[in-house]
């Protein structure tokens, strides 16, 4: 006892720090902190002998370290020193694909700067700074294969946190059929290049990501299915998103399943394609999603749901699927100013409607000013395009919701405003079965334009609607088969004349309560 306090004496005193024998520094492997020399086979025999031995830290001290394509092993871990900057090299040729694929826009994508393959507990963290420097990669002919960030695949117990990724040449982050991911205080920025995401989470189940900044060119955190395997059981919070494309989307490639998904707290600086995109169109069936508390400023078409039938496949294994399904999703606690285009965005295609979709408690200020000749766009229907806000147009036909082929809504406490008037109407609904419609505040109508236009629409209620001048029109209904739809009395102040209805409408399809 007296030998064991002796030492801890001894430590004290001269401040001695003990570094576990797991650890291990690139240098000794021959690495040089340079920004010139490159480093990938020492720093890769570091990670194989760290692996070998046990597994730990493979340690980047200050300096900068400049590699190809390396990739991680079982039970290793890369920390970088606040100092240190781990560089891309420039030449393409340092680079590998590691299991390759196709994007949605048909480009062979795969190949990394750090990556892992089938690897289990591994991860990267530290306050250093990952730096692809993808446009001097691309420059190199890097065009056909422009390499991720980060790449881990078919991974189990994943922890990456605290690092600065940055100036990738693709994806930042992909993360592939992996298993127990850990994301966590991450700060990634990466513009100036096409398909510039932040986070890619494609086929992963079990995926915690949190307090993160993400500054991105297109997509900041993005779930995908490129393979039919699901995306599930996955929590996202405290995230601040600035993106030229959508902050959080489900899909585009999608032929996998998303289950079980919860977002929460995202605060979005500016997004040019959307706050919230969920997009199943390569046979995906989506459900139990469940976002909240979404704050933004400077998006285009704050929500949109689109169910379609574009049916690709990734990879050469994978078969074309059936068109699939979008079901009970919750989206509330939605607050956004200066949107553009349209509030929401939902849409099925004929014989395939969304189902079960929530809206509530949400806030949409926009900068209005359509005209009457937008109210009469008629959007296509593309049930094979490539998803997104302006596959229909740039101009939408009303200014707050486009509701089309869709079942079971449920839209509560929405609240519109516009900077200019808009002539539009602010609410487009076709095609619909069960659709509940309550507590709306919408600004003053400011032409003969209706303020709700349904065709088509079957077991509704309209109650509790709130405009600041009442409108010369409320509702125009349309289609044969339009029946039940029960509107709340007060909301036309006995004057059933604001009611029009298409000499095909069905007598006592529309009742007033």
Known sequence: MRIKLFLLCITACFNITYVSSADINISRYGAIGDGKTV???????????CSKTGG?????????????????????TLSLDQKAIFLGSEDISDYSIVDGFKDGTGQEMGYCFVGALDAKNVGIEGKGTIDGRGKAVLASGGRAR????IRFVRCVDVSVKGVKMQASAAWTMHLFRCKGVKVQGLTIQSRGLANNDGIDVDCCEDVSIKNCNIDSGDDGICFKTTSPYPCKNIRVSDITISTNCAAIKMGTESAGNFENITVSDIHVVSAGLGAVKLLSVDGSNMKNINISNVSGDKVNVPIMIRLGGRLKTFRPQDVKQATGSIDNIKISNVKIKHATTGGILISGIPGHPVKGITLQN??????????????????????ADYPEVRMFGKVFPSYGLFLRHAENIILKNIQFSTDKPDARPAVLAEDINQLVFSKWVLPASVSAEPVMR???????????????????????????????????????SNDKNKIRTGIEVQNGAVIIK
């Not at 480093?39 to 002998?49: G, H």
């Not at 422009?146 to 960030?149: A, E, T």
């Not at 949400?362 to 049930?383: H, M, P, Q």
């Open 39 to 49: 480093n990938t086979k020492a720093i890769q025999t570091a990670i194989d002998e």
């Open 56 to 76: 730990g830290k493979v340690k980047f001290p200050e300096g900068v370290w400049v590699s190809g394509t390396i990739l991680l092993k079982d039970n290793v």
């Open 146 to 149: 422009r390499p991720f960030l």
């Open 362 to 383: 949400i806030n949409i200020n926009l900068e209005g000013g359509g005209s009457v000749e937008d109210a009469k766009i008629r959007f296509e229907e593309k049930i």
């Open 454 to 492: 349904l065709a088509s629409v079957k077991n509704a209620n309209f109650n509790k609607v709130t405009i600041p001048s009442e409108p010369a029109l409320f509702f125009n209904v349309a289609g044969a088969d339009s029946k039940n739809i029960i509107i709340a009395a007060d909301l036309l």
